[in-house]
């Protein structure tokens, strides 16, 4: 697959400004879809409008387009790229190759594993890494585990020993435990509501 080269430049630009970004993925059966998004502050969102962003043609590399999203949050913008790839698709994604040196993919009985290393994409900003699936994620190396969202927070102290692993099973659906008991105790409490109410209204 022909690489979007000109995304490298936007990338590493935005990067060393000090800027931060997040980087999503979203991993389903047959699809992952990428999304990265700078957090701009309006000086720089203005001084690189033009060439950055308002001439979307750079993005086309004839097999992938990225999405473009702008939202002004007051303070600063959000800029957005997003794509949805196939699972071997993916592993030619712009963003995965120009950051990490060493990919190394496997699946096997629908059990996927990632092992990411050799982070070269950072200089003075940061960067958060948040995967997440529908399906169950586990021997997963993250910084924090929120339910079944797996984050790495990448920064000047850590990027040059930065791995990233986990294992999604397909087979098994995530079960969010703490969503069922939080449903749980809001209709116990509403019903305790309800009844004193009720118990209050008779007297």
Same mark, same amino acid.
Request: include cysteine.
């Given at each position: 697959m022909k690489r979007v080269k000109y995304l490298l430049l936007i990338v590493f630009i935005f990067l060393v400004t000090g800027c931060s970004a997040n980087y999503d993925l979203t991993l389903d059966k047959d699809i992952?879809?990428?999304?990265?998004?700078l957090i701009?502050?309006?000086d720089e969102f203005s001084k690189n409008y033009n060439t950055?962003?308002?001439?979307?043609s750079v993005?086309?590399?004839?097999?992938v387009l990225y999405d473009t999203e702008i939202i002004d949050n007051n303070d600063n913008y959000l800029v957005t790229y997003s794509h949805t790839?196939?699972?071997?698709?993916?592993?030619?994604? @712009?963003? @995965?190759?120009?950051?990490?040196?060493?990919?190394e993919h496997h699946i096997d009985n629908n059990l996927e594993s990632f092992y990411l290393e050799g982070f070269n994409c950072l200089q003075d900003s940061s960067l958060r890494v948040i995967v997440d699936s529908k399906y169950k994620i586990y021997n997963s190396n993250a910084h924090i585990i929120n339910g *079944?969202? *797996? !984050?790495?927070? !990448?920064?000047?102290?850590?990027?040059?020993?930065i791995a990233i692993s986990f294992v999604v099973d397909y087979n098994e659906t995530y079960f969010n435990s703490?969503?069922?008991?939080? !449903?749980?105790?809001? !209709?116990?409490?509403?019903? @305790?509501?309800?009844a004193l109410f009720l118990r209050?209204?008779?007297k």
């Open positions: 992952i879809d990428e999304k990265l998004t701009m502050t309006k950055l962003i308002a001439d979307k993005f086309d590399s004839n097999d790839y196939n699972h071997d698709e993916y592993f030619d994604s @712009l963003n @995965l190759n120009s950051c990490f040196n060493n990919i *079944n969202k *797996n !984050i790495w927070d !990448i920064n000047t102290s850590n990027k040059d020993n703490n969503l069922v008991i939080s !449903i749980i105790l809001v !209709i116990v409490l509403t019903g @305790l509501i309800a209050r209204k008779r």
